[in-house]
T-cell receptor
Framework: DAGITQSPRHKVTETGTPVTLRCHQT?????MYWYRQDPGHGLRLIHY???????DKGEVSDGYSVSRSKTEDFLLTLESATSSQTSVYFC????????????FGPGTRLTVT | DQQVKQNSPSLSVQEGRISILNCDYT??????FLWYKKYPAEGPTFLIS?????DKNEDGRFTVFLNKSAKHLSLHIVPSQPGDSAVYFC???????????FGKGTRLSVIA
């Protein structure tokens, strides 16, 4: 199994509060991704990173920001959480050397009340 | 606009029979396709993939078929087992280092 951890695994927060989710990898992979999974929508890409300090937007990036200051950590921040951001968030990694498979972390269940 | 479509939200199959999960795509630039399996409360796990230069890839009980002219791929599981009950996601990518695009998933239930 790829060495990916996500923290926290569960979080309940109130509308309007900032929230940061962390993805940590021990594989030294170049690419990291944040997805959200919602019923009826599958997996949708929020943001991704192709190297330290190199990030780009995905399909559903509004309301989210990311940072990657070192290879192993990719942070997802909800500046002011809304109820529509209640979801399960998955981080994924890929080494980028010939392989196209992405490997996913265990997920973070976020509830915004 | 959805580039990867899994039109069946759910599928129920008897143990020992064949499970066929379908996926359609609209982007002719996709050159690599993958299937992921997801159990509740876990992250998706990679199952099998196929390059656009092939029409079939097999790995044990799992076979993926690609029909480029129809922009259609399918995952066959033979024989189906209760442990195969999960949500299956189809994914695709274009060349370069673009992220994967996922379908909405199909929930497979294998009944003993």
């Amino acid at each position: 199994d790829a060495g990916i951890t996500q923290s926290p695994r569960h979080k309940v927060t109130e509308t309007g509060t900032p929230v940061t989710l962390r993805c940590h990898q021990t594989e030294n992979h170049r690419y990291m991704y944040w997805y959200r999974q919602d019923p009826g929508h599958g997996l949708r890409l929020i943001h991704y990173s192709y190297g330290v300090k190199d990030t780009d937007k995905g399909e559903v990036s509004d309301g989210y920001s990311v940072s990657r200051s070192k290879t192993e950590d990719f942070l997802l921040t909800l500046e002011s959480a809304t109820s529509s951001q209640t979801s399960v968030y998955f981080c994924a990694i890929r080494d980028g050397i010939g392989a196209y498979e992405q490997y996913f972390g265990p997920g973070t269940r976020l509830t915004v009340t | 606009d959805q580039q990867v479509k899994q039109n069946s939200p759910s599928l129920s199959v008897q143990e020992g029979r064949i499970s066929i999960l379908n996926c359609d795509y609209t982007n002719s630039m996709f050159d690599y396709f993958l299937w992921y399996k997801k159990y509740p409360a876990e992250g998706p796990t990679f199952l099998i993939s196929i390059s656009s230069i092939k029409d079939k890839n097999e790995d044990g009980r799992f076979t993926v078929f690609l029909n480029k002219s129809a922009k259609h791929l399918s995952l066959h599981i033979v024989p189906s087992q209760p442990g195969d009950s999960a949500v299956y996601f189809c994914a695709a990518r274009t060349s370069g280092n673009t992220p994967l695009v996922f379908g909405k998933g199909t929930r497979l239930s294998v009944i003993a």
